[in-house]
């Protein structure tokens, strides 16, 4: 009896083959790449409202630590805000720590589709838990005595997605 080899002595791969993995990566691509889209419009909100909130934690620990008032005041037709001492009590920041006052572009840190303001979002956001409207303030005031004005929220939203976190 005559024996064959399962596996002959061939190099490289068939053309058959090759059209078979590309067809499986194109399927993966075409299911994965508009997912991506959606995480990545996620993440860039929440990473703009995280960068906020560590930017109060600051203000607040700056305001004990120097023992005057820090504000955070924010520009919604600019999509900016602002964060400094405010030593003569006009609402406007005057510095930072020694040196001028920090100013935080959010389009241009998290991308043009990422805005703050009732004003600005495409769609509007939720209720906050009260079931009030959700409207951003103007500014955010932290007290040497660590106190800060109470309830109040900014919310960031993706105009192309729709994804709002507060």
């Not at 190099?11 to 995480?39: D, H, N, Q, T």
């Not at 900016?80 to 389009?107: A, E, M, R, S």
């Not at 004003?119 to 106190?147: C, E, K, M, Q, W």
């Amino acid at each position: 009896m005559k024996r064959t080899k399962i596996f002959k002595d061939d190099k490289g791969v068939s053309l058959i083959e090759l059209l078979i993995v590309l067809a499986i990566i194109g399927i993966i691509s075409g299911i994965g790449l508009p997912e991506y889209g959606r995480f990545a419009a996620k993440g860039k909100v929440r990473k703009a409202a995280t960068e906020l909130m560590q930017q109060m934690r600051m203000a607040r620990t700056m305001a004990i630590k120097e023992n005057r008032p820090y504000l955070i005041t924010f520009t919604p037709a600019t999509n900016t805000y602002t964060v400094g001492f405010d030593t003569n009590l006009d609402g406007i920041p005057d510095g930072y720590g020694t040196g001028p006052v920090k100013v935080v572009n959010v389009q241009t840190n998290y991308g043009v589709d990422v805005v703050f303001g009732t004003a600005s979002y495409a769609v509007t956001p939720a209720l906050d838990p009260n079931g009030d409207a959700i409207n951003n303030p103007v500014a955010l005031n932290f007290r040497a005595d660590s106190s800060s004005d109470p309830n109040e929220m900014v919310c960031f939203q993706h105009t192309g997605r729709g994804y709002t976190f507060c």
